[in-house]
């Protein structure tokens, strides 16, 4: 049975950092793309970064960018969300996804197949 588990979350302080960890189990996922959304109340589940398979490329959302670190460990099926400089509207669920995109809908969380349980990350100002 495949698992995604999340954790690392919690309530913090803006312009502190927090790291985010999602452990895959139930196969390997070296050839998927293994990724984070976020969803905060009353808003639609949206992409924050994403690392593919082979050379791993890398992308985020605007808001990620220059913030946010996402990276992979493939010999322990684990990847990570490095989260710097937290502002309050990061305030939101964090959801791990693995899945295989075409590249170009790598940003839609219904291009993923497997989605973890979330984590709370709560920024206070």
């Known amino acids: 049975q495949v698992q995604l588990v999340e954790s690392g979350g919690g309530l913090v302080q803006a312009g502190d950092s927090l790291r985010l960890s999602c452990a895959a189990s139930?196969?390997?996922?070296?050839?998927?793309?293994m990724g984070w959304f976020r969803q905060a109340p009353g808003k639609e589940r949206e992409f924050v970064a994403v690392?593919?398979?082979?050379?791993?490329?890398?992308y985020y959302a605007d808001s990620a960018k220059g913030r946010f670190t996402i990276s992979r460990d493939s010999a322990k099926n684990t990847v990570y969300l490095q989260m710097n400089s937290l502002k309050p509207e990061d305030t939101a669920v964090y959801y791990c996804?693995?899945?295989?995109?075409?590249?170009?809908?790598?940003?839609?969380?219904?291009?993923?197949?497997?989605w973890g349980q979330g984590t709370q990350v709560t920024v206070s100002s």
């Open positions: 996804a693995a899945g295989r995109p075409a590249y170009g809908s790598q940003t839609q969380h219904l291009a993923y197949n497997y």
């Open positions: 139930g196969r390997t996922f070296s050839d998927y793309a």
């Open positions: 690392a593919m398979w082979g050379v791993g490329s890398t």
